[in-house]
Structures are given as structure tokens and as C-alpha cells.
Antibody, heavy 118, light 113 residues
Framework: QPQLRESGPGLVKPSETLSLTCTLSGDSLNSGSTYWGWIRQPPGKGLEWIGNTRYSGGPYYNPSLKNRVAISVDMSRNQFSLTLTSVTAADTAVYHC??????????WGQGTMVTVSS | DIEMTQSPDSLAVSLGERATINCKSS????????????LAWFQQKPGQPPKLLIH???IRESGVPDRFSGSGSGTDFTLTISSLQAEDVAVYYC??????????FGQGTRLEI
């Protein structure tokens, strides 16, 4: 069973850029046509899809974040990354990397908490 | 924008009794070319990531107990737990996929004993 693990700073200042990395183990990012993505969850709130990508296509982003978000793949390290620019307190959340399959998400990382604060 | 509305927001059910959670989409989730409803259900326990229970409205994931079932089509869907167990206490989310590439979650339903 593939596993995903998020890493990155837990604290980001307002107006700066949030950068997170997801490391895949037990599978390869270039296997088949698999997409990989990110979902976030503000404290005590619901889930919001951020975007998906794969080595051979995409990326696709939530329109509400499209102007600030980028997802990229590093095949050499078997990692994919999330970049979110111009962050505000509203971007404070647990960020999960995920594997989309069958129009849903079957594998989730444990998540990493990112707080936006000065 | 497509909206997903779950009801109720919270639910208390006795052990061994049936629990029913509803999810309504503002637009149909049925893909007429495949005849599949792109609707999924997740279970989230405190401190854990969501766990996929059901995809395509009624297909249970491997390892998910058969007391969990999904039904519905078009815009109205239901997650049913036939006989509530203590370990089923969680928040449940529905989620839809819509073309060209968008995923939307319901607000969640908190299930308690």
C-alpha cells in the first residue's frame, strides 16, 4: 500500500509563500496515469480540495485558489509539492497530500498543520 | 458553484441502531456516459485523516464493514450504518466529482452515540 507523508514549515507569515512537500513511498509517481493532489482542512472545519497533478498531465486547481497555487512533481525524489502564495490567516489549515482515484481520494497523508501568523 | 449539503449536521444514535446521513448536491452527479454517480463518503475520526468508505455512490472500499452502505442517484444520496458500533463515532463527509476536474465536499455530519 502506498504511503504519503507531508513535510514543511508549520508557521508562515502573512503575505509570504507556503511551501509543502509530499513524499511517496511504496509506489512511483510516474506509475500509470495516477494523479496526486492536495486537500486542506481549517481547524474545526470541513475539507477543501486544492488541486491535482500527474507527471504526464495537469495540473488542475480549485478555481477559488487558482491564482495563488501551484503543484509540481519531482520524479527524481518521488515527491510532489504545493506552493501557495500571498497567504492570509484564512490559509491556516491541516494540509493533506492525497491520491485521487475513482473520482475520490483513497490514500491520505496524516497531514501537516500550517499556521499563518506574524 | 456546485454545493453539497449534508443533513443533519449532527446525529446521535444508540448502539446497534441504524444511522442515516443524507447528502444533496445542487447539481446532478450522474455521468450519463458511464451511468455512474461520482459521489463518495468519508469517515474522519479525531486526529486522523479522512478514510474513504464508499465511492461511486455505493461501492464499498475493501476492508470497510458491510454495515456501511451508500445509496442514491442524481442529486440525493444516503450513507447508512445498519447497526451502529462504538468505533463508528466520527464526522462523515460526502464528496462529489464534477467535470472538467473539480471536487466538492459536504460540510460534514457529526455522529455520536
Amino acid at each position: 500500500q502506498p504511503q504519503l507523508r507531508e513535510s514543511g514549515p508549520g508557521l508562515v507569515k502573512p503575505s509570504e509563500t507556503l511551501s509543502l512537500t509530499c513524499t511517496l513511498s511504496g509506489d512511483s509517481l510516474n506509475s500509470g496515469s495516477t494523479y496526486w493532489g492536495w486537500i486542506r482542512q481549517p481547524p474545526g472545519k470541513g475539507l477543501e480540495w486544492i488541486g491535482n497533478t500527474r507527471y504526464s498531465g495537469g495540473p488542475y486547481y480549485n478555481p477559488s485558489l487558482k491564482n495563488r497555487v501551484a503543484i509540481s512533481v519531482d520524479m527524481s525524489r518521488n515527491q510532489f509539492s504545493l506552493t501557495l502564495t500571498s497567504v492570509t490567516a484564512a490559509d491556516t489549515a491541516v494540509y493533506h497530500c492525497v491520491r485521487p482515484v475513482n473520482h475520490s481520494f483513497d490514500i491520505w497523508g496524516q497531514g501537516t498543520m500550517v499556521t499563518v501568523s506574524s | 458553484d456546485i454545493e453539497m449539503t449534508q443533513s443533519p449536521d449532527s446525529l446521535a444514535v444508540s448502539l446497534g441502531e441504524r444511522a442515516t446521513i443524507n447528502c444533496k448536491s445542487s447539481q446532478s452527479v450522474l455521468d450519463s456516459s458511464t451511468n455512474r454517480n461520482y459521489l463518495a463518503w468519508f469517515q474522519q475520526k479525531p486526529g486522523q485523516p479522512p478514510k474513504l468508505l464508499i465511492h461511486w455512490a455505493s461501492i464499498r472500499e475493501s476492508g470497510v464493514p458491510d454495515r456501511f452502505s451508500g445509496s442514491g442517484s442524481g442529486t440525493d444520496f444516503t450513507l447508512t450504518i445498519s447497526s451502529l458500533q462504538a468505533e463508528d463515532v466520527a464526522v462523515y463527509y460526502c464528496q462529489r466529482y464534477s467535470y472538467p476536474h473539480m471536487y466538492t465536499f459536504g460540510q460534514g455530519t457529526r455522529l455520536e452515540i
